[in-house]
């Protein structure tokens, strides 16, 4: 849920407020349409808590009527409904995006997994009932947000009775863009994790225990070149806006990753096998193969993330995500087929030529096209802008 309930529109607010000058009345404009948005959504998710405890069952639902926990179906209601009032604020993480300080960003943000932390060790500390435990992280992440959202607001000097003034602080084609964005990170995210679905159904249960420890290494080394990557994004929008050509900061950034991925692909296969023997307590033995596997899918990931984040226009949002078909496609397709044969790392390489295939080289192709249609229209300013 907490990717996609706000529905991808995260994508035309850092598109619109990265456009924008300071003061520009289209930055109020995007996040009063925003907040509109996700409040429909936080309304919706608010609404599906609220009914396990009048028309079904929360504990039916996650299997554990037996457990014992006689306030699981009220626990739940109220964890649902604190993560929905989440999603509006989750605004706040664009704007500051948008607005080139993804550092704050990244260290309010990072308020949420202490805060949990914290919250955690009290719960356990004063032997409270089990149920508690799954509060620390929801509202660390509501209190995250809010202090995000507060931020961000107060930079754009956003009134927030403009959110109830739609026909003055409307903005059009906002939500057709998150739609193609959504369409994106779930066609991705079924991509990827159908592998681990697969090597469970036809690998053996040592290959995976040694994809699960390879993934160990992969998810949070991935995390900052996403990290890293995103912040790219409002650069490459305001260059576009003023009809200037990405081309020479696409090819360094495109560069810089690569050879950061190179250098995780180094890491990763001298220390990935003693580290997983560490981690596992020798219990599963982990090959330099499967990390050479996990480091190219990083390799490939990363390359693709700038010229992601390079082609963020509605037109090109709607490219990558029609694009994204065929790549899942054939992830889903190769992992099954090759698993049997190859193991632990099919995942890793069929995710790899998925991507290099069906989101790289089309993206290519498409980023040159821009950059041509950019030199036309900076040679003949009478030439319309291609978005």
Not at 20 to 45: F, W
Not at 186 to 191: I, L, P, R, T, Y
Request: include cysteine; charge should be positive.
């Amino acid at each position: 849920m907490v990717p996609y309930a706000d529905l991808g529109i995260g994508a035309g607010v850092i598109n619109a407020i990265s456009m924008s000058e300071v003061d520009d009345p289209i930055r109020t404009k995007a996040v009063a349409s925003a907040i509109r948005v996700m409040l429909v959504s936080m309304i919706i998710v608010s609404s599906l808590g609220l009914l396990g405890m009048t028309f079904f069952s929360w504990s039916e639902v996650l299997s554990l009527e037996n457990s014992g926990l006689g306030r699981l179906d009220t626990v739940t209601a109220l964890v649902i409904v604190i993560f929905a009032a989440t999603i509006p604020m989750g605004i706040g993480q664009r704007v500051l995006l948008a607005l080139l300080m993804n550092p704050i960003a990244i260290v309010v943000n990072s308020l949420g997994p202490i805060l949990s932390l914290l919250g955690t060790a009290v719960i356990v500390g004063m032997g409270l009932s089990p149920e508690l435990l799954v509060f620390p992280p929801v509202v660390g992440g509501l209190i995250s947000s809010f202090v995000s959202l507060w931020i961000a607001t107060k930079r754009i000097r956003f009134r927030w009775l403009t959110v109830f003034q739609y026909r003055k602080f409307h903005l059009p084609g906002l939500l057709s863009q998150g739609m193609w964005y959504l369409m994106i990170s779930v066609v991705s995210a079924f991509a990827f994790q159908w592998g681990r679905i697969v090597l469970a159904s036809r690998g053996t249960l040592d290959q995976v225990a040694t994809y699960s420890i390879a993934m160990q290494f992969y998810a949070p080394l991935w995390s900052f070149f996403i990290a890293a990557g995103t912040s790219l994004w409002p650069i490459f929008a305001r260059n576009r806006s003023r009809n200037e050509s990405n081309s020479a900061l696409l090819l360094r950034m495109v560069l810089y990753f690569a050879g950061a991925g190179l250098v995780c692909i180094i890491g990763l296969m001298l220390f990935g096998p003693w580290l997983a023997g560490v981690i596992s307590h020798s219990a599963v033995e982990a090959s330099a193969m499967i990390f050479l596997g996990c480091g190219l899918l990083i390799i490939v990931q990363s390359v693709q993330l700038v010229l992601g984040v390079s082609l963020t226009s509605p037109r090109d949002l709607r490219f990558q995500a029609l694009w994204g078909i065929p790549m899942a496609a054939s992830v889903i397709g190769a992992t099954w087929l090759f698993v049997p044969a190859l193991g632990a790392i099919t995942p890793f390489l069929a995710a790899g030529v998925g991507v290099l295939l069906f989101q790289v080289f089309p993206n290519v192709f498409r980023v040159r096209a821009n950059s041509r249609s950019v030199r036309e229209t900076t040679a003949n300013p009478e030439l319309e802008t291609v978005a």
